[in-house]
């Protein structure tokens, strides 16, 4: 086989595949982004507590 019947058919099976899948709703996509959106916000805000409370800390008992 050449390469592009190999290419050629690559591409076939890769739209037969694409066929199989279930693809998420409209409102399915907007819910499961919010809900990124909002454990991205959650863990952003942990981590920038934690950074300040061992940053005070820090200067609090190391460098005074």
Do not use: Y
Not at 27 to 40: N, W
Not at 45 to 60: C, K, M, P
């Amino acid at each position: 086989m050449d390469i592009f019947s190999k290419i050629t058919n690559f591409f076939k099976d890769v739209r037969v595949e694409l066929k199989k899948v279930t693809w998420p709703t409209r409102q399915e996509a907007i819910k499961h982004t919010i809900a990124v959106v909002a454990v991205t916000a959650a863990v952003a805000i942990f981590l920038g507590a934690a950074d300040f409370l061992f940053q005070f800390l820090i200067n609090l008992l190391i460098l005074k």
